[in-house]
């Protein structure tokens, strides 16, 4: 499966996340989104050892994402934090630039260039935050181009321009909330379009959202280690969503600038 598997917070405690894991891997899940700002490195690093040790999976199945703020970005600091969470390496360190200028960017990521050439600690890099301006700066000055960038996306705030560029770039767009975001309380899963494709097609509400992301050639984060949730979210085999219905759920877009329609996929 494609779909990443997240803690949830400070409030995880080690045995919940440590069962979602297992879950969440047991079912098919192998990213991992172990960010800096969960404060929960004890659970993830309990809950990681558990499915590692346990044989459920080996650590190069796994992907392994670690987000960082620039005044982390330094050899120590970075080893801190992978030790923190028991593994040796990160498959993905990304920067979040959201309040950082272009100048200060590109300062940072000739850093960041530096550090992915002269140490084991990361193997890819990328952007959280990003806008597409920002991508852009970066990707025409970058000796290692973006992997990834890490972004809120779903149907409300398609990030449609961003998307495309990314898909111009070969850069994995990785959406977060995808199933809705903080501020909108779950209405995303409740809106009638999305439910009644749901019900058409038999499969729940989050797995047509899911697959709208999938189609657009993002990875969506669920953003859950509750085992009932998981259920909900994994992906039926044969699920396709038309293009009329691909099209029906990008209208909910209610973000300004970004109504142009469906993405234009590469081949």
Not at 14 to 36: D, T, W
Not at 58 to 69: G, P, W
């Amino acid at each position: 499966a494609v779909v990443s598997t997240q803690s949830t917070g400070c409030q995880s405690d080690v045995q919940s996340l440590e069962s979602g894991l297992k879950f969440g891997i047991q079912c098919g899940f192998r990213v991992i989104n172990a960010s800096c700002e969960y404060s929960n490195c004890r659970s993830i690093k309990a809950g990681l050892t558990s499915v590692i040790d346990g044989g459920f999976v080996s650590r190069s199945d796994l992907f392994v994402i670690l987000k960082l703020a620039d005044a982390d970005i330094s050899s120590l600091s970075i080893e801190q934090h992978i030790e923190r969470r028991g593994l040796h390496y990160i498959d993905l360190l990304l920067l979040h630039v959201q309040a950082i200028d272009v100048g200060g960017m590109v300062t940072i990521w000739r850093r960041l260039e530096s550090l992915c050439f002269s140490s084991k600690l990361f193997r890819n890099i990328g952007l959280s935050g990003v806008s597409v301006q920002q991508l852009e700066a970066i990707s025409n000055i970058a000796v290692i181009k973006p992997f990834a960038i890490q972004v809120k996306c779903n149907p409300y705030s398609p990030k449609t321009d961003l998307l495309q560029f990314c898909l111009s770039r070969d850069i994995l767009l990785i959406a977060m909330f995808p199933l809705d975001g903080l501020d909108s309380k779950g209405s995303l899963l409740k809106e009638e379009i999305v439910v009644n494709i749901a019900s058409k097609h038999k499969v729940s509400c989050a797995q047509v959202l899911l697959c709208w992301a999938l189609q657009r050639q993002t990875l969506p984060v669920v953003q859950t280690l509750n085992i009932d949730e998981i259920k909900q979210n994994i992906m039926q085999d044969g699920l396709c969503l038309s293009e009329g219905e691909m099209e029906k759920i990008h209208q909910l877009c209610k973000s300004n600038g970004d109504t142009h329609g469906l993405v234009k996929l590469t081949s």
